[in-house]
């Protein structure tokens, strides 16, 4: 379902549906492009079948739909992917996996075609990952550094921030949690317009945390 306003966010309109086979975006948030584009990071998640990813695309501001396949021949299963800008109209999403990495795809005409699904070097235990392209260029990661357990809610216990400037090579930069047993889970971040960097998740299936990071300072 979708509602808009017209006057920042004062008011909203009655929900609308979104037309048929448009799932809208999947756990994360949609990406504005700087030429009015509107990507929707979405996935289907088949109980008997592979997962896959795919974008929905407009370039009216909602008013129609593309849906944008992602690498269907992959053999990985990914759900709940992320959209990263860069310049020269590249793009990247981030994915959770069922194989132990992250999993990503890059885009280099704006989102329009995809090319394969490749693992990245950062862990993933069958769980819930975001991402957001900062106003400096940069890309921060929310994820948990651990690999697949038993069941699926294991390696949860670790939440990290990491931070990348080319998408290829990560660096941790912020420790959120370090639990052993418990489930730090489901991140949500974004950057707001002073700078500061907000994140969410799951505690321990108990309550909502929110986490403020403050912009870096910039060196003399």
Not at 84 to 107: D, I
Not at 145 to 157: A, L, M
Not at 194 to 205: C, E, K, L, M, Q
């Amino acid at each position: 379902m979708v509602k808009t306003s017209a006057d920042a966010g004062k008011t909203w309109s009655a929900p609308q549906a979104l037309p048929d086979k448009v799932l809208g975006p999947i756990k994360n948030k949609p990406v504005q492009l700087a030429n009015g584009t509107i990507l929707l990071p979405s996935s289907t998640e088949e109980q008997s079948g592979p997962w896959k990813v795919h974008l929905e695309k407009s370039t009216d501001l909602g008013k129609t739909w593309q849906i944008i396949p992602v690498d269907e021949a992959s053999a990985l299963d990914v759900i709940q992917p992320s959209v990263l800008v860069y310049p020269h109209n590249r793009l990247q999403l981030l994915c959770r996996s069922k194989q132990g990495n992250v999993v990503q795809a890059w885009s280099t005409d704006g989102g329009t075609s995809w090319g394969a699904l490749s693992k990245t070097s950062l862990l993933n235990p069958n769980s819930g990952t975001d991402a957001v392209t900062l106003q400096d260029g940069s890309q921060l990661l929310v994820y948990n550094p651990d690999v697949p357990g038993k069941d699926w809610f294991n390696g949860r216990s670790k939440l990290r921030v990491a931070r990348s400037v080319d998408g290829y090579t990560w660096q941790d930069v912020a420790v959120l949690e370090d639990g052993t047993r418990e489930e730090y889970s489901y991140p949500a971040i974004i950057q707001a317009r002073d700078g500061r960097v907000h994140i969410t998740y799951t505690y321990d299936r108990k309550n909502i945390k929110h986490v403020v990071l403050a912009a870096a300072k910039k060196q003399p």
